[in-house]
């Protein structure tokens, strides 16, 4: 039953598959006096060795982002179930629904905002914002998980989402 949702998905996919084919790659090109047009799996890692000072923390704060995301999106069904009762079903709905509106209407917001902020002069506005969305989200995490009421505890949540949505986008512009 749920494979199906999938296949619908996907079908319509089916059908703008062939513009793909239309599509031409524009010519590139090189930037600056050591640039090559050679682009493969050694020169990524050169570019990678080259700037190791950005990627290495970058990679490992967003890793630790996205880990404490997973715990939170793991964690918070079983928590549903067991401090109110609710269903595994319940849960999954009412939680569902909270982390697809809240991402759904942030995100556009965070790009927006970030993009103005980095018009502003602040050019490390891209790494910097995820992690301000992550603090000013935290607060609201925690009453999630105090409130006696779930309902309130699943706006909450949603809520939450909606702040800390910025770590799904802007660390790939930075």
């Keep these: 039953g749920w494979q199906v949702i999938f296949i619908v998905v996907g079908l319509p996919g089916l059908a703008f598959a062939p513009l793909v084919l239309m599509m031409h790659e524009p010519t590139r090109e090189p930037m600056g006096k050591d640039a090559t047009n050679e682009a493969g799996f050694r020169t990524f890692l050169a570019y990678i060795r080259a700037n190791r000072a950005f990627f290495i923390p970058h990679h490992l704060g967003f890793f630790a982002l996205v880990a ?8 918070s069904p079983a928590f549903f179930v067991r401090a109110h009762g609710w269903s595994e079903s319940m849960a999954g709905s009412k939680l569902g629904l909270a982390i697809l509106i809240g991402p759904l209407l942030g995100l556009p917001l965070h790009g927006a905002l970030a993009d103005y902020l980095y018009r502003k002069g602040w050019l490390d506005i891209h790494l910097r914002y995820p992690l301000i ?19 309130l505890a699943v706006f909450l949540l949603g809520v939450f989402w909606y702040v800390v949505s910025a770590y799904t986008s802007l660390p790939l512009t930075a």
């Excluded at 969305?133 to 309902?151: E, H």
Aim: proline letters at 7%; hydrophobic letters at 70%; glycine letters at 8%.
């Design 68 to 75: 404490m995301t997973a715990v939170i999106l793991t964690w």
């Design 133 to 151: 969305a992550m603090v000013a989200g935290a607060p609201i995490l925690l009453f999630v998980f105090l409130v006696g009421q779930p309902d």
